[in-house]
């Protein structure tokens, strides 16, 4: 209630607020899909306009934030609770990793940050991810007093995760799921496209098996993007397939709509239905 209210009752000009029905998680999602839309993209670009965002996968809102870390150590030196020099601890409430992630750099800027807590609420899936090694978000989501923190999707961590596996490995990382990830040490393809529906069919993985391979014989060049076309060409041909589905198919069915879609893909469709972005 006093969020809302602090954001109703402001009084900038240039200032709209919209709500959602949904939590954090369904907003950011669809901030992300309203960013890679191409129809609303060309219709800015129109008007010499482009969203951007103030979230944490926004290096204008990291910036800032490592500033934080500065300011408060110069404030402890001057009040006489540390020595320049000498380390400070720091407790960060988090749900998306984003503002520790700015003390994280400050400290590989230089500032003496000795240990650093994460902190969560009842949405703890971080804290348990940090615990047990498994990121497991199909639990109950709850709403609490701090609805920055009340998430269960962290796309950065993950991102993080996979970024590094390739370096280490010296591959490219494919990661499928709800949201897929392909990643090389550098960059990573977040990719929403896909059906749930197809977790259920027998065949689907050997089929991105053989996409994969094609793509990657085709376009040597750029492994990277190779694998990550043929993952979201697996997604489209899923939503594609699913929408010519009748009432009375099953699995079966589904499972030969999708190889048709992939069949009678081409690259406007491919194109126009890819949700990704590029971290």
């Given at each position: 209630p006093m969020q809302k209210l602090q954001m109703t009752t402001q009084e900038g000009e240039n200032v709209a607020v919209c709500a959602i029905h949904g939590n954090f998680d369904?907003?950011?999602?669809?901030?992300?899909?309203?960013?890679?839309?191409?129809?609303?993209?060309?219709?800015?670009?129109?008007?010499?306009?482009?969203?951007?965002?103030?979230?944490?996968?926004?290096?204008?809102?990291?910036?800032?934030?490592?500033?934080?870390?500065?300011?408060?150590?110069?404030?402890?030196?001057?009040?006489?609770?540390?020595?320049?020099?000498?380390?400070?601890?720091?407790?960060?409430?988090?749900?998306?990793?984003?503002?520790?992630?700015?003390?994280?750099?400050?400290?590989?800027?230089?500032?003496?940050?000795?240990?650093?807590?994460?902190?969560?609420?009842?949405?703890?899936?971080?804290?348990?991810?940090?615990?047990?090694?498994?990121?497991?978000?199909?639990?109950?989501?709850?709403?609490?007093?701090?609805?920055?923190?009340?998430?269960?999707?962290?796309?950065?961590?993950?991102?993080?995760?996979?970024?590094?596996?390739?370096?280490?490995?010296?591959?490219?990382?494919?990661?499928?799921?709800?949201?897929?990830?392909?990643?090389?040490?550098?960059?990573?393809?977040?990719?929403?496209?896909?059906?749930?529906?197809?977790?259920?069919?027998?065949?689907?993985?050997?089929?991105?098996?053989?996409?994969?391979?094609?793509?990657?014989?085709?376009?040597?060049?750029?492994?990277?993007?190779?694998?990550?076309?043929?993952?979201?060409?697996?997604?489209?041909?899923?939503?594609?397939?699913?929408?010519?589905?009748?009432?009375?198919?099953?699995?079966?069915?589904?499972?030969?709509?999708?190889?048709?879609?992939?069949?009678?893909?081409?690259a406007d469709k491919l194109c126009s239905m890819a949700k990704c972005e590029i971290r």
């Amino acid at each position: 209630p006093m969020q809302k209210l602090q954001m109703t009752t402001q009084e900038g000009e240039n200032v709209a607020v919209c709500a959602i029905h949904g939590n954090f998680d369904d907003a950011q999602s669809a901030v992300k899909s309203i960013f890679t839309n191409d129809e609303i993209k060309a219709e800015l670009a129109k008007k010499n306009m482009m969203f951007s965002s103030a979230n944490s996968i926004n290096w204008g809102r990291l910036v800032p934030q490592i500033v934080y870390y500065f300011s408060a150590y110069a404030d402890l030196c001057k009040m006489g609770q540390l020595q320049v020099g000498e380390p400070m601890n720091v407790v960060v409430p988090t749900g998306n990793f984003g503002n520790i992630l700015a003390g994280y750099y400050a400290k590989h800027m230089g500032l003496p940050i000795q240990t650093m807590v994460c902190a969560s609420n009842t949405n703890n899936v971080l804290t348990d991810f940090l615990k047990t090694g498994t990121y497991d978000r199909n639990r109950d989501f709850y709403a609490t007093t701090s609805p920055s923190m009340d998430i269960l999707i962290s796309l950065d961590q993950a991102v993080d995760f996979v970024k590094k596996l390739a370096g280490k490995l010296g591959c490219i990382i494919a990661v499928t799921g709800a949201i897929d990830l392909v990643a090389d040490a550098d960059t990573c393809y977040v990719i929403r496209n896909g059906r749930p529906e197809m977790g259920k069919i027998t065949g689907t993985g050997c089929q991105l098996s053989g996409l994969m391979t094609a793509y990657l014989t085709a376009n040597q060049d750029d492994k990277l993007e190779a694998a990550a076309t043929a993952v979201i060409l697996m997604g489209v041909a899923g939503e594609v397939g699913y929408a010519n589905m009748e009432p009375t198919d099953g699995n079966a069915t589904y499972r030969n709509r999708i190889i048709d879609a992939i069949y009678n893909m081409d690259a406007d469709k491919l194109c126009s239905m890819a949700k990704c972005e590029i971290r």
